[in-house]
């Protein structure tokens, strides 16, 4: 099942209530808000909100991500990635700004993409050489 919302404002909300399941892609046009559960990837070119009782099963791609449930897989935020205290992300992350609140768990590696203002990658120097 592939799940397009592409009549809405970057200012409406998409919200999967707790007790949904959805299987496969959802693609939105807006802000996402899941509560419920998805077993495949959730791409928006707004905020992406995981309610304390959501689940995503895949991967995460949008402007804003903040994670406050259960997230197996990779996760994208073009701005800004907030883990809420009770959250578990299992995957990598990518993002500019990283928050992460106590008691969340992140179990995978993290890059922090800030675009232009990046420094160039330099060769690695062993301080006892």
Do not use: H, W
Request: a negative charge.
């Amino acid at each position: 099942m592939k799940v397009k919302n592409l009549n809405i404002g970057k200012d409406e909300v998409t919200i999967i209530s707790a007790g949904v399941l959805i299987e496969g892609k959802m693609n939105s046009n807006g802000n996402i808000r899941i509560d419920g559960t998805i077993n495949g990837n959730v791409t928006a070119d707004g905020n992406i909100t995981v309610g304390e009782n959501g689940e995503i099963n895949g991967e995460i791609n949008g402007e804003v991500v903040t994670l406050g449930g259960r997230v197996i897989g990779s996760v994208t935020a073009k701005e800004k990635l907030t883990l809420e205290a009770k959250s578990y992300l299992k995957g990598d992350l990518i993002t500019k700004i990283l928050v992460i609140d106590a008691g969340a768990i992140f179990d995978g590696k993290s890059s922090m993409n800030t675009g232009d203002q990046m420094p160039p990658q330099l060769p690695f120097e062993s301080k006892n050489e």
